[in-house]
């Protein structure tokens, strides 16, 4: 059974860095896509970026893309998110997902079947 564990969530100033780690246990093939979402207060969660494992073709959402970068160790045990000229908006819970990968795209929560339990990230202006 995968299981995903987040880290690496903080407080930043406005146009700081931060890296999120996701620590996975348990079989995870190279068919696999991990993602990343974020869920800030009131609103609903939402596709950052995802990865698939077999290709590693990585996938953004426009609101981050140039500005974060998706990566995953060879050995698929940790996925990345390096986050760069962080805004405020970016201000949200950062949730790993995994999907055992089924679908054409993975812009929906639905699509993820396992997830971490999420790590705080707070930009202040």
């Known amino acids: ?8 969530g903080g407080l930043v100033q406005a146009g700081g860095s931060l890296r999120l780690s996701c620590a996975a246990s348990g079989r995870i093939s190279s068919t696999y896509v991990m993602g990343w979402f974020r869920q800030a207060p009131g609103k609903e969660r939402e596709f950052v970026s995802f990865l698939r494992l077999k290709s590693r073709s990585t996938y953004y959402a426009d609101s981050v893309k140039g500005r974060f970068t998706i ?21 949200a819970v950062y949730y790993c997902a995994a999907s055992k990968g089924t679908y054409a795209t993975y812009y929906l929560p639905t699509q993820f079947a396992v997830w971490g339990q999420g790590t705080q990230v707070t930009v202040s202006s």
């Open 71 to 91: 990566s995953g160790d060879n050995a698929k045990t940790t996925l990345y998110l390096q986050m760069n000229s962080l805004k405020p908006e970016d201000t």
């Open 1 to 8: 059974q995968v299981q995903l564990v987040e880290s690496g």
